[in-house]
């Protein structure tokens, strides 16, 4: 693998959680030119694609000059600091009403004859005795039996 010629960057220089030593992976850090996670094997990161073509900042060389004892404290440290500016106070929203069903709706509201220019409104009711009503068909192949 061979690197792209630019200076190799410290991981002493690098904000703590953009370089990633944990024990039993490879050690990882975030590409400078467009923000990905990129392994670096030999000192060397990963060639890798970014925005549709090969990323300037794969080939990278870094020197990982820190520990990975001075790194988690330096993510205890980004902790602290994040807790700091959090609130410890939990605010509650209020629980929406359950909205009332749009049958329940219909039914609660009196029809007025301008809202039905004059027709007759059918009803719950009504509409339950028109379906069980026989069709004529129905009449026709009855009288014909």
């Not at 030593?21 to 996670?37: A, F, I, K, N």
């Not at 094997?41 to 060389?61: E, S």
Request: charged share 25%.
């Amino acid at each position: 693998m061979y690197h792209n010629s630019k200076p190799p960057i410290l991981a002493s220089s690098l904000p703590t959680g953009h370089v990633d030593l944990r024990d039993g992976e490879p050690p990882m850090v975030v590409c400078g030119d467009c923000g990905q996670w990129v392994v670096v094997k030999r000192t060397i990161a990963f060639w890798h694609v970014a925005g549709g073509g090969d990323c300037p900042g794969g080939g990278q060389r870094y020197r990982l000059d820190v520990s990975p004892m001075a790194l988690a404290s330096g993510y205890g440290d980004a902790v602290r600091d994040a807790a700091q500016r959090r609130t410890r106070r939990t605010l509650v929203k209020a629980v929406p009403p359950i909205p009332v069903p749009v049958a329940d709706i219909a039914r609660a509201r009196p029809v007025r004859p301008a809202q039905t220019g004059g027709h007759r409104v059918m009803t719950l009711a009504r509409l339950d005795a028109l379906a069980k009503r026989p069709t004529e068909a129905q009449v026709k192949h009855r009288r014909a039996a």
